[in-house]
DNA sequence: TCTGGGGTCCTAGGACCC
DNA sequence: TCTGGGGTCCTAGGACCC
């Protein structure tokens, strides 16, 4: 039998949302593009939301990392630009990206905001080389979009991933087979996908180095030292990786909401109302998915940065707000200690659809009745936008104040 | 120095059952 | 009295990604 080698390719948007500023201020009439000056993109300092979340080449040249707090980066280039991020605008030029790819297969994972991999294994023109396609690509998004892509060409999606992150911006690159040696293996060891901050440490404890001397050691003392982790990470740097491009979307397996406070809470009620607050998002965005969840999950960080967690399985799913949030509110009381609180989360997990458990939640009358008002609820929401519900509760609290 | 928010997956220990 | 082994489920925490 005639193995097939699969068609890859790693889309990915060069300093994503800092481009997608640029564009987007040079389409309303602003002269300056940001990508020629020191810019980052980055939270409100004000809000404690000061982190870098995208860096033009400029900043990059003076050391500014993604993640790193914007008063670090001034630091490094005291005359940095900060934009201010928005979201809904990010997700208008991740579309048109996708629109662009959706003309050449239908197998594409959106990985991310900014990036996706294409299966063009079924899909490549007889005429064409698939860096063939690369190439029209990355200039069909450039002249069509105003904004470079680079582009990995490879035989699955961890090399081209892998090549994608070569030389940047508006470049197209191939990692084959053949190429893993000469490409690949000569990079230090934290430039491999999966490879973070906690492993680097532990593998260079093992004289491993680069990709190339974590692909030469022994896959079985890698599983000795890191378990399932080990195998995968060997695996990676001998670019082996049978995994699909998942182009069918799946349903969320969790879903999630945390706010990094204004100041640090130590005011119990206070606490409440910002859990109940995204327990409400939570629950929203459960019942928009039409989904159920079996787990709530109360996350805080001191302001120490100490993370404590805890969780609970419910005895029957819901996407009810208000069981939802007495049971978060339960969590929060076993996780409360006094200690003044930075961020506050809420998640559910294990995650089912609703319809696979319709019949059971008829013998609930309780449930029923909590699902009718939320559904009241909802339906106002998207007809009036989310900010015009507030709950009693707040309405309260603002009049008081 | 002052440190976001949204996810996925894995591990380890304890409870419980056969 | 002194005491197994395997399996599953639940929980807390942590690593990693963008």
């Not at 040249?61 to 991020?85: D, H, L, M, W």
């Not at 491999?192 to 906690?198: I, P, R, T």
Request: hydrophobic share 35%.
């Amino acid at each position: 039998m005639i193995k097939i080698e699969r068609q890859i390719l790693h889309v990915d948007v060069n300093n994503a949302f800092l481009s997608w500023t640029a564009v987007e201020r040079l389409k309303n009439g602003e002269t300056l593009d940001i990508r020629t000056i020191p810019a980052i993109i980055g939270g409100d300092e004000s809000k404690r939301k000061g982190v870098v979340l995208a860096k033009s080449n400029i900043a990059k040249q003076f050391g500014i990392q993604t993640g790193e707090p914007i008063y670090f980066a001034r630091k490094k280039c005291p005359n940095i630009q900060v934009f201010s991020s928005n979201h809904a605008m990010y997700r208008k030029y991740s579309d048109a990206l996708y629109n662009i790819l959706c003309e050449y297969t239908d197998r594409i994972e959106r990985f991310s905001i900014d990036e996706c991999f294409m299966d063009l294994t079924l899909f490549l023109p007889k005429n064409k080389k698939l860096i063939d396609v690369a190439y029209e690509i990355k200039d069909r998004v450039k002249n069509e979009l105003g904004f470079t892509v680079n582009v990995g060409v490879a035989n699955n999606k961890l090399l081209a991933k892998m090549a994608s992150d070569f030389q940047k911006p508006d470049k197209v690159h191939t990692l084959y087979k053949e190429e893993i040696e000469t490409k690949m293996w000569c990079l230090p060891i934290s430039d491999l996908f999966m490879v973070g901050k906690k492993s680097i440490p532990k593998l260079q404890r093992m004289q491993i180095k680069t990709i190339g001397d974590l692909a030469r050691k022994d896959e079985r003392e890698l599983i000795k030292n890191f378990g399932k982790f080990g195998r995968v990470i060997w695996e990676y740097a001998n670019g082996i990786d049978n995994s699909e491009v998942v182009y069918i979307e799946e349903k969320p397996k969790g879903i999630g909401n945390s706010v990094t406070l204004p100041y640090d809470y130590s005011n119990v009620e206070e606490i409440e109302t910002v859990l109940l607050s995204l327990v409400e998002q939570v629950s929203y965005r459960l019942r928009k998915e039409n989904m159920l969840a079996k787990t709530v999950n109360v996350q805080i960080k001191t302001n120490e940065f100490k993370v404590y967690s805890h969780q609970k399985k419910l005895d029957t799913p819901t996407s009810s707000t208000k069981i939802i949030y007495m049971e978060a509110k339960k969590l929060l009381e076993e996780l409360y200690k006094s200690v003044p609180i930075r961020l506050i989360g809420v998640r559910v997990d294990n995650l089912c659809e609703k319809d696979e458990l319709q019949i059971s939640l008829f013998d609930n009358k309780q449930e029923e009745k909590q699902n009718k008002i939320d559904n009241v609820l909802d339906n106002l929401k998207e007809k009036y936008g989310y900010n015009f519900i507030k709950r009693a509760r707040d309405v309260e609290h603002k009049n008081n104040s």
